[in-house]
């Protein structure tokens, strides 16, 4: 079955700023522990309250999948089970850009960067319900400019909001109880 495609608008700041080094997309990593929570990632410079689905670039030339294994060694350490491309979203602005959204489970080991670089703060794990609500935190977040995002946290959070919204929605209908099939 093909994994739902959305597509959605993007600032031209952000997207200019986070294809500056030549990436045409990214990977969103969406860590599932055993007991259903997703890791999430706060850095060092983002507001409080906010940490967010784990991203990384796309190199040039490297296919998405490799991305996906590269990028979680990177930022968390663990060493995912399985990978399943749940959506991908193309996001419209100035220059196009995809997100490759891809579940992954993994164990209840506390995730841990190794790419200082990245500026990881802290990690939290969130529920389905949580990943909805942290879509609408993001598009809350103030229309104030910050030069590590590129433009202003109001945009750079709507632009974050949609995995939140589309992966929370996912988890949610997968775990939602059946009705059972009525006898012919």
């Known amino acids: 079955m093909t994994p739902p495609h959305y597509t959605a608008p993007i600032d031209d700041a952000i997207v200019t700023r986070i294809t500056r080094d030549g990436r045409i997309g990214e990977v969103c990593m969406m860590l599932r522990r055993p007991a259903g929570h997703i890791w999430c990632a706060a850095k060092a410079y983002y507001p409080a309250h906010i940490a967010r689905l784990l991203t990384g670039g796309i190199q040039p030339d490297e296919d998405p999948l490799a991305a996906l294994y590269r990028e979680i060694a990177e930022e968390t350490g663990l060493q995912p089970h399985n990978h399943q491309l749940i959506f991908t979203i193309t996001y419209h602005g100035v220059k196009p850009f995809i997100t490759y959204a891809y579940l992954c489970d993994v164990s209840d080991d506390e995730p841990q960067s190794y790419d200082p670089a990245e500026?990881?703060?802290?990690?939290?794990?969130l529920t389905a319900t949580q990943l909805r609500q942290r879509a609408t935190e993001l598009r809350a977040l103030p229309a104030i400019s910050h030069p590590d995002i590129g433009g202003t946290w109001q945009?750079?959070?709507e632009f974050r909001a949609h995995c939140h919204e589309y992966l929370g929605a996912y988890l949610n209908d997968i775990s939602a109880p059946r009705e059972?099939?009525?006898?012919?």
Do not use: M
């Open 119 to 125: 500026q990881i703060h802290h990690f939290e794990a």
């Open 155 to 157: 945009a750079w959070g």
């Open 180 to 184: 059972p099939s009525s006898p012919l």
